[in-house]
């Protein structure tokens, strides 16, 4: 379905060059003499990267129809990542390059976002905070926990996030995933 300039809107997935993106911020320009025309941000639904664009009043634009589904992870094979249609329980593999840095946070039967068009996996979104269990870190020590220090520790997926000195092996933190950032300590 073809969208004209006004319908461009914040959140609407358009195709531009057969490529898939999300408006993010639109800015509708009437200028005195010449006609209308939007200034869009847009993001590559696929890769991530952010993109401006300048569309005129007569262009038509082909909305492009998303689809969201729940999945869950269920293993890795090779290159391959393994997730769960949590609807019809069919498999779904994606190639780990078009997870990205996704996959350092992926752990057993976690559940997220699948983003697919015309049957073709987009990319994942992840919870915003997932909690993990650190398995290494060196040992904190008794009173560093007013420090506002960092250390390098070890979660079960194998990547590496700084955490507060008073973290030990075997506690269970939470993590923004957005940012890879560690946020509290979970009892």
């Given amino acids: 379905m073809a969208l004209s300039i006004n319908e461009i809107k914040s959140g609407v997935t358009i195709l531009v060059d057969d490529i898939v993106y ?67 329980y069919e498999e779904v593999a994606i190639a780990k390059e078009s997870l990205g840095d996704v996959v350092k946070y992926l752990k057993d039967n976690l559940e997220v976002s699948g983003y697919f068009y015309k049957h073709e996996t987009l990319n994942i979104s992840l919870p915003f905070f997932i909690e993990f269990t650190i398995v290494h870190t060196e040992p904190g020590l008794k009173g560093d926990t007013a420090k506002s220090s960092l250390k390098p520790a070890e979660i079960e997926t194998g990547a590496t996030i700084q955490v507060p000195l008073f973290i030990n092996p075997g506690d269970r933190i939470k993590v923004d995933t957005r940012t890879g950032l560690y946020i509290e300590r979970v009892s």
């Avoid at 589904?69 to 393994?82: A, D, I, P, T, V």
Wanted: proline share 1%; glycine share 8%; no cysteine.
């Fill in 22 to 88: 999300i408006v993010i911020d639109t800015e509708h320009v009437k200028p005195g003499k010449g006609a209308a025309f939007v200034r869009a941000k847009m993001r590559n639904l696929k890769t991530g990267n952010i993109q401006e664009r300048t569309f005129r009043g007569d262009e038509k634009i082909e909305q492009a129809f998303v689809e969201e589904r729940k999945l869950q992870y269920l293993y890795k094979s090779g290159n391959m990542y393994h997730f769960m249609d949590q609807d019809n």
